[in-house]
Antibody, heavy 123, light 108 residues
Framework: EVQMLESGGGLGQPGGSLRLSCVASGFTVGNYAMSWVRQAPGKGLEWVSS????????YYADSVKGRFTISRDNSKNTLYLQMNSLSAEDTAVYYCAKDQTSFMTTPSEFDYWGQGTLVTVSS | SSELTQDPAVSVALGQTVRITCQGDSLRTYYASWYQQKPGQAPLLVIYGKNNRPSGIPDRFSGSSSGNTASLTITGAHAGDEADYYCNSRDSTGNHLVFGGGTKLTVL
């Protein structure tokens, strides 16, 4: 059974950093493009970042490029999102999501999502 | 343009058919995926590709595309279909994804 569990959310300071983790089971994260999608309170979904399968090409939304870094540890079957220079606009529930098709180097559609972790940026 | 535009809200009578649309230049090149999200839950993929349903999604859900518009059709709406629906596709670069603003579906 595929499961993904995010952690690392919480209260972050403006200008500060947080690191989100997404531990996966039931599949190998290295074989799939993996993504982070966020949802601000009461708002819609926003794609944040993706990492391709295999070699791991990375992609970022303009709103987070240069501040956020996506990575994964295949030995731990875990996806990460390092978030630096946080601002109030980064306040959201952050979901990790798995691509439906294996071995894709670019993100496509997501067949499994975690339950999300809330990040609140406030002083 | 990398934007996808959806109507904010749509309503349908119980048992009737409803179409939810998504417009964007990238849809001339790429298919849209559609996600259903109920309050407090993670999104659920309901349609992807030309018109494909993941396992477990009822055939009341279908997708289509024409020009710069993708559509999600629910035939015979159930009360349980009341949710927010989001379209999603690649942007013009082909490497980034973009979501529509979402459509809140009310089943009357």
């Amino acid at each position: 059974e595929v499961q993904m569990l995010e952690s690392g959310g919480g209260l972050g300071q403006p200008g500060g950093s947080l690191r989100l983790s997404c531990v996966a089971s039931g599949f190998t994260v290295g074989n799939y493009a993996m993504s982070w999608v966020r949802q601000a309170p009461g708002k819609g979904l926003e794609w944040v970042s993706s990492i391709g399968a295999g070699g791991g090409s990375t992609y970022y939304a303009d709103s987070v490029k240069g501040r956020f870094t996506i990575s994964r540890d295949n030995s731990k079957n875990t996806l990460y999102l390092q978030m630096n220079s946080l601002s109030a606009e980064d306040t959201a529930v952050y979901y990790c999501a798995k691509d439906q098709t294996s071995f894709m180097t670019t993100p496509s559609e997501f067949d499994y999502w975690g339950q999300g972790t809330l990040v609140t940026v406030s002083s | 343009s990398s934007e996808l535009t959806q109507d904010p809200a749509v309503s349908v009578a119980l048992g009737q058919t409803v179409r939810i649309t998504c417009q964007g230049d990238s849809l001339r090149t790429y298919y849209a995926s559609w996600y259903q999200q109920k309050p407090g839950q993670a999104p659920l993929l309901v349609i992807y590709g030309k018109n494909n349903r993941p396992s477990g999604i009822p055939d009341r859900f279908s997708g289509s595309s024409s020009g710069n518009t993708a559509s999600l059709t629910i035939t015979g709406a159930h009360a349980g279909d009341e949710a927010d629906y989001y379209c999603n596709s690649r942007d013009s670069t082909g490497n980034h994804l973009v979501f529509g603003g979402g459509t809140k579906l009310t089943v009357l």
